[in-house]
């Protein structure tokens, strides 16, 4: 059963009425298949006005849908001979965070990302995608040895933030996030990253300083979540929806103040849609931002990168 959101509940009812009379056989005066072409392309009507036109609340909604596609997925599908790396080499391991060794389209590259788990055991597995100071540690350490190799680092984000616990408090979590920071900013390989789903605060962008920073047409990135804002400035949470819209977390808003580079589009209704799709058009950009980062040394890359974020708000909506 496909997960509706609250405001694509039109299209649960049609797409509803379709599924039925594909279970009924044709008699009587109704022709089955005239009458399932004519709600489909109501359907898709319906689906295109809706998402051609989305608030950022609902943005949100669908960055979060549960049946977004994950890192492991993408992983899956886009990096062959994949070889996870575990432990931070000083605490634990960490399995919000995933990296490893593998090919993307033929070439050797570090990846590294969040993940979030696609049902109920995974997501406690992998704390929902919040990495605690030795996730952080852990990419670190996988980014050292990018640089070690030469090979270029592919990051996917996909978190509500690092983990608030006490325990990662006390293991230096500001620290660690922090560190990781400086780590891209200081890397000489190229380093190209993409937010997927969800680029919550720092637990964001301590993957997600890179040469190139790309996001999905419906994804997310913040300083904070609309919740957490609403609680902090209206002190209360009915103005989430305000918070999302002040918060300018959409890729279409980041593009033009200059956050991220390039928006990769996604199939019509979300990514959860046409999860295919939507993974083979991620690795279409990944590579595209990537050929051209290969051509650059050491020195340039770090330059390069150094500037990018330099020049961040100095652009305006």
Same mark, same amino acid.
């Given at each position: 059963?496909?997960? /509706? ?83 931070? %080499? ?16 033929? %070439? ?14 995974? %997501?406690?597995?992998?704390? /929902? ?19 070690? /190799? ?91 929806? $305000? ?17 991220? $580079? ?56």
């Amino acid at each position: 059963m496909r997960h /509706f959101l609250d405001f694509e509940k039109p299209i649960a009812e049609l797409e509803g009425q379709i599924e039925a009379l594909r279970h009924l056989s044709n008699g009587g005066d109704l022709n089955i298949a005239d009458e399932v072409a004519r709600l489909e392309a109501k359907a898709n009507r319906q689906l295109r006005q809706t998402y051609g036109k989305l608030t950022p609340w609902q943005k949100v909604q669908v960055a979060r849908h549960p049946e977004r596609p994950h890192f492991s997925e993408y992983v899956a599908a886009l990096i062959t001979d994949f070889t996870p790396l575990a432990g931070d %080499r000083g605490f634990a391991e960490d399995r919000a965070i995933i990296g490893g060794l593998g090919r993307f389209r033929g %070439r050797s590259v570090v990846v590294i990302g969040h993940e979030k788990g696609a049902d109920t055991d995974a %997501r406690v597995r992998h704390n /929902f995608g919040m990495a605690r100071p030795e996730g952080y540690r852990k990419a670190r350490r996988l980014m050292d040895l990018a640089e070690r /190799f030469n090979l270029p680092v592919v990051t996917l984000v996909d978190t509500a933030g690092a983990y608030p616990g006490i325990d990662a408090e006390a293991r230096g979590q500001a620290e660690a996030i922090a560190s990781a920071i400086d780590r891209c900013l200081k890397l000489r390989v190229p380093l190209v990253s993409t937010v997927i789903g969800e680029g919550g605060s720092g637990g964001a962008i301590a993957l997600a300083a890179g040469n190139i920073v790309l996001m999905m047409e419906h994804a997310i990135y913040s300083v904070i979540s609309p919740e957490g804002c609403s609680s902090i400035l209206w002190r209360s949470a009915d103005s989430t929806q $305000d918070a999302a819209e002040a918060l300018r977390l959409t890729a279409q808003d980041l593009l033009k103040l200059g956050v991220v $580079d390039a928006i990769v589009a996604e199939p019509l209704g979300g990514a959860h849609r046409g999860r295919a799709t939507a993974i083979a058009a991620l690795g279409d950009a990944i590579e595209a931002a990537l050929v051209p980062l290969l051509a650059l040394d050491g020195a340039a890359l770090v330059t390069q990168r150094r500037d990018k974020f330099l020049e961040m708000g100095k652009r305006g909506l």
